[in-house]
T-cell receptor, first 112, second 113 residues
Framework: DTGVSQNPRHKITKRGQNVTFRCDPISEHNRLYWYRQTLGQGPEFLTYFQNEAQLEKSRLLSDRFSAERPKGSFSTLEIQRTEQGDSAMYLC??????????FGPGTRLTVT | GQQLNQSPQSMFIQEGEDVSMNCTSSSIFNTWLWYKQDPGEGPVLLIALYKAGELTSNGRLTAQFGITRKDSFLNISASIPSDVGIYFCAGQLGETSGSRLTFGEGTQLTVNP
């Protein structure tokens, strides 16, 4: 299967801990996106990369959040000093240019 | 920011019935997409629309990009139990204004066998 993959699928952490998620896009895709989805809502945009450059960040992306895509392939999303409000599904998507975005299965974060 | 209003919020139908859902925006989009999401999974792309007025089909699914570029609808014909899930519309402005997707709040579809 050559779709978008995300790891881990589930993460439970205590408030105040740091967490890191990984996304592996479809191999030929140069754009990679991060979205956050809370229960009963549609996904909300966080940030995106074209190759290794982070081109846009949402106001939702507080300074506790950082994303990287160092070699223009996989990406990591780190949340420092997690809060209960960070509990959500974190979705990664990839595309080639402005073509359709394909989503991974998501990482479900629970902050206790 | 931009808001997408998706309706209805939920639908309960019998197997074999046709379904229609729509999405409206306060401002224009240059691309409309429809996704389906199952519990605990990521959204799966169903249909992408790139031109105002475009009507596109994918099997039993048909979607249209509104002439005003502020709306889109999705029809599902002859529903089957595996159509159960949450359907999301999403709009994209495009290169000059960013490639982020703006999503509606979803339509929860239940199909009774």
């Amino acid at each position: 299967d050559t779709g978008v993959s995300q790891n881990p699928r589930h993460k439970i952490t205590k408030r105040g801990q740091n967490v890191t998620f990984r996304c592996d896009p479809i191999s030929e895709h140069n754009r990679l996106y991060w979205y956050r989805q809370t229960l009963g809502q549609g996904p909300e945009f966080l940030t995106y990369f074209q190759n290794e450059a982070q081109l846009e960040k949402s106001r939702l992306l507080s300074d506790r959040f950082s994303a990287e895509r160092p070699k223009g392939s996989f990406s990591t999303l780190e949340i420092q000093r997690t809060e209960q409000g960070d509990s959500a599904m974190y979705l990664c998507a990839s595309s080639f240019g402005l073509d359709e975005q394909y989503f991974g299965p998501g990482t479900r974060l629970t902050v206790t | 920011g931009q808001q997408l209003n998706q309706s209805p919020q939920s639908m309960f139908i019998q197997e074999g019935e046709d379904v229609s859902m729509n999405c409206t925006s306060s401002s224009i989009f240059n691309t409309w997409l429809w996704y389906k999401q199952d519990p605990g999974e990521g959204p799966v792309l169903l249909i992408a629309l790139y031109k105002a007025g475009e009507l596109t089909s994918n099997g039993r699914l048909t979607a249209q990009f509104g002439i005003t570029r502020k709306d889109s609808f999705l029809n599902i014909s002859a529903s089957i139990p595996s159509d159960v899930g949450i359907y999301f519309c999403a709009g994209q402005l495009g290169e000059t204004s960013g490639s982020r997707l703006t999503f509606g709040e979803g339509t929860q579809l239940t199909v009774n066998p």
